[in-house]
């Protein structure tokens, strides 16, 4: 588990910063320009994290009564 990982999207050229963050539990703080923007859970969830701070959808959405 690394304290600190660069990752360049691949849609838009966009480096992104995430930082480990342990408050209780584990996330990664993933940052834009030193503006917070999304987070994961784990690792290897960062890449989805930042598709889905992108626009990339799943297909899947929910309404906020549903």
């Not at 480096?15 to 990664?28: H, M, P, Q, V």
């Not at 320009?33 to 989805?48: C, H, N, P, S, Y």
């Not at 959808?57 to 906020?64: A, E, F, I, R």
Request: negative net charge; glycine residues 8%.
């Amino acid at each position: 588990m690394k304290n600190e990982i660069t990752y360049v999207s691949p849609r838009s050229g966009l480096t992104y910063e995430a930082t480990l963050n342990t408050k209780g539990y584990t996330r990664y703080d993933i940052t834009l320009d030193g503006r917070w923007v999304q987070f994961a859970l784990t690792e290897d969830r960062i890449e989805k994290s930042v598709a889905h701070y992108e626009g990339v959808s799943d297909g899947w959405y929910c309404l906020p009564r549903d």
